[in-house]
């Protein structure tokens, strides 16, 4: 027995034996501060296909070795190669990480021509209850979560008339600073990741094709960052299900959170790809859904593919949002804006934005400046639009579009317009390839355009 220090945790640590193989046989010291728990003291139970009943419960087993590694002072809880059901939820404790096997993204779990399942969490807890308990809440600080898939198998496949998926609650919440989530596949969760009062948040390398909200991120004071997310339908390919996401869900939610980073993200089949508004948890001390901030940060190597929106902000914080290269492809059924700007008029939305690529040949619109704030636009490319119809409108606040080329090779009708209801506009530099320029603010300045 040793001493561990990790953190502001210092206790006795216990020593624990671990499993070489993925089934937990042939014994190997690993040392301190590592379970696995289908080794001896725990033995947790697999599952077969998408069976999850007492039976095969094995969260009581995972639990408590994640209670064991904190109360030891912090480590690793091991969960090798295999299906393991989970009748409730896991917490996972400050300074604990629950790991599976995979050092990347993992594939679709359900999915036997891809070989190895990995380690595999079944959620069935709560299909009609939305704001539940998560199924993995990374509590207190220095919890994570890395190289685990979470399968919802109960999660229904279409079939005749309409559907709708189950209102399961978050796959996984973080709540606390410096936790991590790494790795991980959410097949089929109605709700994502809700990183909530969860500064210094890392996330990277999250694969999933979650059916409402993808990840959404609120009171954080500190530095957050997220990189290499992937939402696309690696569950179900099928046009009721990409009916549903491309109606109603939302990849990315960033409400308040302060310096966020995100780097290369891509989402295919949402009816939104990334929203910004105001944070309206219920915190201590406030009444029930008071707001209590924004976002800014910096955001780049964006794809929204078959997208109804690419970007919707209802709102940011002064210092705004600075968004570097975007790709948007407006290809979803009933295409709307890459870009669109909805604050209402008792909050505005900053944006700046540097390299926009939007196309899709049924797309009726680019960018919609409709709300209080200030964006600045330049070397945004749109590559076609539906004839006659303006790529880009400015109804509200102010606006600067320099640098920026519009539709080819379509020569008519009116490519940029400003309403009497704008504020201060300015369009310079830009290519309009036979397009022309409706201007009827009072405050718009336009010069040395190519026609």
Known sequence: MRTIRYGKFTALALLYTVASTAQGAGN???????????????GAPLTTSTTCDASVDA??????AIDDVHNGGGGVVYLPTGRYCILTHLTVRGGVTLKGVFTAP????????????????????????????????LMDAGSSLN?????????????????TPLNYPYAIMAKGNDNSIQNVMLLNPTRGILLEEAGRHFVKGVWGQPLLNGMVV?????VGRIEDVH??????????????????????IFKRSDWQIVNEVFTLGYYIGMAFDHGTYDRPGLPPGTLHGATNGVMTNLGFDVAQYGIVSYGTQRAGVTITNVNVALTSPNPSYALANYAPVTRSSHLTVHGMSVWGTNATGSIAWSGPGLLMMSGLRVADMVTGTPPIRVTAGDAMITNSTLPTPTTSGVGIRVESTAG???????????????????QTTIGTNSP
């Open 28 to 42: 190997t010291d690993l040392g301190d501060g590592f379970v696995n728990v289908r080794g001896p003291g725990y």
């Open 147 to 163: 190289g685990i898939s979470i399968w919802h198998p109960k999660q229904p496949t279409p079939a005749g008339g309409s559907w």
């Open 218 to 222: 609120d009171g954080i004071a500190d």
């Open 59 to 64: 969260t009581a087993i995972i639990q408590q």
């Open 106 to 137: 993992p594939p679709n779990p359900s999915n036997a021509l891809l070989g190895s399942n990995g380690t595999t969490l079944l959620a069935v807890e709560g299909p009609s209850n939305p704001t539940g308990t998560p199924f993995i809440s």
């Open 231 to 252: 939402f696309w339908p690696f569950w179900s390919q099928d046009p009721k299900v990409m009916s549903y996401t491309q109606s109603n869900a939302i990849a990315f």
């Open 424 to 442: 201060k506009v300015v369009i310079q530099g830009n290519m309009l390839f036979g397009k022309t320029i409706s201007n009827s603010g009072t």
